[in-house]
């Protein structure tokens, strides 16, 4: 879930978050996933897949103390470097840290396993790195609030450090199967397609009709004309297992 030197996570979607439970008879260790379509793959406001539809799964397996360790691939269309697909290994820690409090901190490989390696002396890496992410998230009744970051320090092909920093929050609609949804974020350092960073916010609603979500997102950025990131509205339907 990327966007790396000219593209790249995410996490969105990036990842489906595996919280800890507390319940005695919890499993010591449970198995979930998803897959998922959708309209355009877009990593922190930017497409990844030439505004064109993506498929995408992951899987994660989590112990009942709140490590997990997951994977998740998408398909891709961002050129010969980059290759077809995009697969990302992932593993962290989640769990209640306080009243209605929670806490998930990872760490992510982002990889690009039918990308193209530059020709030797070209001094372009290989497309693969390394991601750190945290998200605290507290639940007041009626929506509940993140925030979070990613930070991926200098890296050979990144050519520097980068930090992405973001809030958004999510309001069930009582009596339906709704959940109304925003976020904003603000990209900064090597991947950033704009000298001094960039912004993006979305907005959009979920509808859960059993293991099946419905998506839809109107997305944005301030990067005005790029065609990659200009606004959208995005559709996806989800099964989750």
Do not use: C
Not at 46 to 57: E, F, M, Y
Not at 124 to 134: D, G, L, M, R, V
Not at 160 to 173: K, N, Q, R, S, V
């Amino acid at each position: 879930m990327h966007f790396a030197s000219s593209a790249g996570l995410v996490l969105a979607l990036f990842f489906l978050p595996v919280t800890a439970q507390a319940a005695d008879d919890t499993p010591d260790f449970s198995v979930s996933g998803a897959a998922t379509i959708i309209s355009d793959y877009r990593f922190r406001g930017i497409s990844l897949t030439g505004k064109d539809p993506a498929v995408q799964a992951t899987i994660n397996l989590s112990h009942k103390s709140g490590v997990y360790l997951g994977t998740w691939a998408s398909s891709l269309d961002m050129g010969d470097r980059y290759g077809p697909t995009e697969v990302d290994f992932y593993g962290g820690w989640a769990g209640t840290v306080a009243a209605a409090t929670t806490l998930d901190v990872a760490l992510a490989y982002y990889s690009y396993p039918g990308g193209e390696r530059p020709a030797t002396g070209s001094g372009a890496a290989k497309i693969e790195y390394f991601e750190t992410t945290a998200r605290l998230t507290h639940d007041f009744g009626p929506l509940s609030a993140t925030v979070g970051s990613g930070y991926s320090w200098d890296q050979s092909a990144l050519g520097g450090d980068h930090l992405y920093l973001f809030g958004e929050t999510a309001a069930p609609i009582p009596g339906t199967p709704l959940t109304l949804k925003a976020h904003g974020g603000r990209s900064k350092g090597a991947i950033s397609p704009k000298p001094g960073g960039y912004y993006d916010w979305s907005l959009g609603a979920d509808a859960a009709l059993g293991p099946v979500t419905l998506g839809l997102a109107y997305v944005d950025t301030d990067l005005g004309s790029a065609s990659a990131a200009d606004a959208a509205a995005l559709f996806s339907l989800t099964a989750a297992f």
